[in-house]
């Protein structure tokens, strides 16, 4: 990231190459809680572990990270978590949510179908809802099963379509 501090007459604010204002409350949190009067969560996906599969062969699972309320909702980001047998862990340690005047982020967990005739749509997992000032809110098919023992990572059990994972979110305030 390119970030300096820039000079302006009379005050010293911090600024990033392209002038995102995103950028600008990743600098300095306090900054944008005070512009924005909230507290703006930082959500990173660390981990994903297979207890059991959706179906017999390797589950591809994905995430979709979506965000607004009712018609407005949509769709942010969709990204690849990996391929899943029994037992297999990844760690994407991928950032999913910088904190925006948005008032809660869902995060939900999906099995792919869509290259398997026979097998309908793609399998819902689970889903976990963060708000703004931090706080989670399992979903359907969801548990909260709290932090691990480094007190860093919040677990959750998630069990929809006949698997069970278990995912890791570090969420900073
Ligand atoms: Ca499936
Ligand atoms: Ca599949």
Redesign the pocket.
Known sequence: MGQRLCKQPGRRVACTRNGDFNSLIRIDGSIGKRLLGRFMAKVTLHAVLCHAK??SDA?EIYCLVTTGTGSERREVMRFDVGNFEIGCEIRPARLVWNGTAWPDVTITVM?N?ANEPG?GAD?FIGEVTVSADGNCQPGRATLDEGYDQTKRFRRFSMTGSGAHYLVQLEVQT
Do not use: A, F, L, N
């Open positions: 959706t179906e589950d099995e179908d097998r399998d």
